[in-house]
């Protein structure tokens, strides 16, 4: 799916990476593929001619973010010669929220059909698989349930997101990064 991300509203979100990345997308002419934003935004690209469109610092301003918001907590380590900052969850709760969830949708509130599946999850489920964390999320499942929840979550993925995208009902964002992230 390359489809093109289109601008529907500039309006300031609040948060700070998103609403660079909404100044980002609103001053590139012409339109670029989810692909390519995940590219720029990531700073796996190299492009020269793109290189204005790169957040800078991404991974320490998300972990900033969520030190702030008491999510994760900053501790330094050190490894070998070198002192590394990292940032352990402090807050196991939302973490379990999260992990609950992603379970739930998957073995309770199941519906067999993507297009029917609450956004947020089906986002959560997507990010999760493209972060290659679903096995630590199901892993406290029994033996059966996580069999079950690992075929569910196989089957969704290995959907044609064009097809599903084409659909419409408000996922297409979802399946395009999904998209992007199986290339």
């Known amino acids: 799916v390359s489809l093109q991300v289109l601008l529907k509203s500039d309006a300031p979100t609040g948060d700070v990476l998103l609403d660079?990345?909404?100044?980002?997308?609103?001053a590139t002419e012409p339109a670029e593929t989810v692909q390519t934003w995940i590219e720029l935004l990531t700073g796996?690209?190299?492009?020269?001619?793109k290189l204005?469109?790169?957040?800078?610092?991404?991974?320490?301003?998300?972990?900033?973010?969520l030190v702030?918001?008491?999510?994760?907590?900053?501790?330094?380590?050190?490894?070998?010669?070198?002192?590394?900052?990292?940032?352990?969850?402090?807050?196991?709760?939302?973490k379990q929220r999260l992990v609950r969830r992603l379970q739930e949708s998957l073995l309770e509130?199941?519906?067999?059909?993507?297009?029917?599946?609450?956004?947020?999850?089906?986002?959560?489920?997507?990010?999760a698989h493209s972060s290659?964390?679903?096995?630590?999320?199901?892993g406290s499942l029994a033996d059966e349930q996580y069999d079950v929840a690992m075929n569910r979550?196989?089957?969704?993925?290995?959907?044609?997101?064009?097809?599903?995208?084409?659909?419409?009902?408000?996922?297409?964002?979802?399946?395009?990064v999904l998209a992007a992230f199986n290339k």
């Open 132 to 138: 290659d964390v679903l096995e630590n999320v199901f």
């Open 44 to 49: 796996e690209t190299w492009n020269p001619f």
């Open 52 to 65: 204005q469109y790169q957040l800078r610092n991404v991974r320490e301003r998300l972990a900033k973010a």
């Open 68 to 94: 702030e918001k008491g999510i994760l907590t900053t501790e330094k380590q050190n490894f070998l010669l070198f002192d590394m900052t990292t940032h352990p969850v402090s807050n196991a709760s939302e």
């Open 20 to 26: 660079e990345t909404l100044r980002h997308i609103k």
């Open 109 to 127: 509130r199941w519906v067999n059909d993507p297009q029917r599946m609450e956004r947020r999850t089906l986002a959560l489920l997507v990010l």
């Open 153 to 176: 979550t196989k089957d969704l993925l290995d959907m044609d997101p064009e097809v599903e995208a084409a659909k419409g009902r408000g996922a297409e964002m979802i399946w395009a």
